[in-house]
């Protein structure tokens, strides 16, 4: 078996919060990953938007996904970013359940075994006091 | 029938300054103003027949240092979208003749990182090692899966990309190859399924091109050329959001696809198709997005791109020859928006016959474009012997 991915470690670039995303990141502290519902048309929002991605409504509320969903597509990444970050990493966008992408890290999965259409749940990895961040790991 | 809106517009000067890995003494100012230098000369204008500049943050010097004032001034960023502003402006008669540059140098110097223009800040993206390869890999990726394409069709490209660059006196990557398919396979992995010679290199460098209108081209030293069509489709910020193949809105177009919507709206500018374009100057930012984009503009069908790039199709003396000075793969690569530039000045130099790489005998009509699904937007331009 190949090695397994691994989150990264503090010291790498850090997402810096906005007005309209400041919940989503206060979700991720307490192990919660939370998207947006449109209060008119019933639609999901994500990445956080100050207006619904379907009807450019600005009734949105927030709601808390069960955190699973499935590999839409990947990349595994063999020159770092920036040195801060540790290779190899898998840089993935997941379609969680709810209907929304979101990109990510897969972890604790085998380099190898990367695979569109694999089953993955959240894994949240504090980084320091303002920021948790949402990982992706295999499910089941 | 109305007239074409760019009857009345011609490119009549185009120039590369040096183009190199590093250019010692340099910064973006000095190697732009080289380029423009050489661009006149070119042109046979000098600074006081110029009444516009469409140069990115070079536009208010240029405009100072040349005392051409009053004078247009386009706010755009220096790609296929200034030249149609420029065009425009001179259509619309706000004036007569532009000077559009760009150049780069001194910017990437912190070379354990992937370059400063490469890397995303936004706040989705920017704790998971983003940068462009990664992110054009998951646009790449998800054709993979879709429709089978294969690492070694991606090499094919990167290949006839490479020799093209390989026997360019001005490229630089001059004299690197050539290479085999099997060369691409066998570099080191960059981001899966990209090995480092499936990406663009980095470089400094700069470029220039006058338009003018076809009255005043008719007194000039070159053979004028003419924009046929163009247009552009975006999806949204470059490298803020997760970049998805399925990216749409209730229109149902995708990002995957982006490029399509510009190109069938070049093509009915330019009351052609894609069967009549005898050069592809398309921008090359990964070998997969040689594939995508002929899908996306109607060359092929959906899926279909990976067959189409095999068996010397988009090589020279191919049916559709592609990016004939190496691109940005082998060429030059000079920032953000310099090499997006090049793609409209080899096509011009390959629509007056004076490509020194992979020249396409009697060419006539030049396909043009910049951008890619990686980043959520392609433009595409026409460019033409004969006046449109």
Redesign the interface.
């Given at each position: 078996m190949s090695e397994l991915l691994q989150p990264?470690s503090l010291g790498?670039?850090?997402?810096?919060?906005?007005l309209f995303?400041q919940p989503y990141w206060d979700g991720c502290k307490v192990g919660e990953l939370r998207y947006q519902r449109c209060g008119d048309c019933g639609a999901v929002t994500m990445?956080?938007a100050p207006a619904c991605?379907?009807c450019f409504s600005a009734n949105l509320f927030w709601e808390v996904s069960a955190g699973q969903g499935e590999v839409?597509?990947?990349?595994?990444?063999?020159?770092?970013?920036?040195?801060a970050?540790t290779v190899p990493?898998a840089?993935v966008?997941v379609t969680l359940d709810e209907g929304f992408?979101?990109?990510?890290?897969l972890i604790n999965c085998p380099v190898d075994a990367v695979h569109?259409g694999m089953r993955v749940k959240t894994a949240f990895v504090e980084?320091s006091e303002e920021?948790t961040?949402p990982y992706f790991e295999p499910a089941g | 029938m109305a007239k074409h809106p760019f009857h009345d517009v011609a490119i009549v000067g185009i120039a590369n300054s040096a183009q190199a890995r590093v250019l010692e003494g340099h910064d973006s100012t000095t190697i732009t103003f080289q380029a423009v230098h050489r661009v006149l000369a070119d042109s046979g204008l000098s600074p006081a027949d110029i009444d516009g500049v469409a140069a990115g943050p070079f536009s208010g010097p240029l405009t100072y240092y040349m005392r051409n004032g009053p004078s247009w001034r386009s706010h755009m960023v220096p790609s296929i979208p200034i030249i149609l502003d420029a065009a425009s402006a001179i259509a619309t008669g706000q004036c007569h003749t532009v000077l559009v540059a760009h150049g780069s140098a001194g910017i990437y110097t912190e070379r354990a990182s992937t370059a400063p223009w490469t890397r995303p800040a936004n706040e989705f993206v920017v704790a998971y090692g983003m940068f462009t390869a990664a992110e054009f890999a998951l646009i790449a990726r998800r054709h993979m899966h879709m429709h089978g394409t294969t690492p070694e069709q991606l090499a094919t490209v990167a290949a006839t990309i490479r020799n093209n660059g390989h026997v360019h006196p001005g490229a630089v990557y001059c004299g690197r190859g050539p290479f085999t398919p099997d060369d691409i396979l066998a570099s080191r992995m960059v981001a899966d399924p990209f090995h480092l010679l499936d990406c663009a290199m980095t470089s400094e460098g700069a470029c220039a091109l006058i338009l003018t209108t076809r009255e005043r081209a008719q007194d000039l030293p070159n053979t004028p050329v003419y924009i046929l069509g163009g247009a552009g489709d975006s999806f949204g910020p470059s490298y803020q959001h997760p970049p998805a193949w399925d990216l749409a809105g209730p229109s149902g177009r995708n990002n995957g696809y982006t490029g399509r919507w510009a190109a069938q709206k070049s093509f009915a500018m330019a009351e052609l198709g894609p069967a009549d374009v005898d050069v592809c100057e398309f921008y090359d930012p990964f070998s997969f997005e040689i594939i995508r984009q002929f899908e996306a503009y109607g060359f092929c069908e959906p899926g279909e791109g990976g067959e189409f790039v095999m068996d010397g199709r988009i090589g020279p003396g191919g049916q559709f020859p592609v990016t004939t000075d190496g691109g940005t793969m082998s060429f030059s690569h000079g920032g953000a928006a310099v090499q997006q530039l090049q793609r409209v000045i080899r096509g011009v130099e390959q629509l007056r016959g004076a490509c020194v790489s992979a020249q396409v005998p009697d060419a006539g009509v030049a396909m043009c474009s910049n951008g890619g699904a990686g980043a959520l937007f392609t433009d595409v331009m026409l460019l033409g012997t004969q006046t449109p």
């Open positions: 990264q790498i670039p850090m997402p810096v919060p906005t995303s990445d956080p991605s379907a839409y597509s990947w990349t595994t990444v063999w020159r770092p970013q920036t040195p970050f990493y840089a966008i992408w979101l990109l990510s890290n569109v980084l920021i961040l | -």
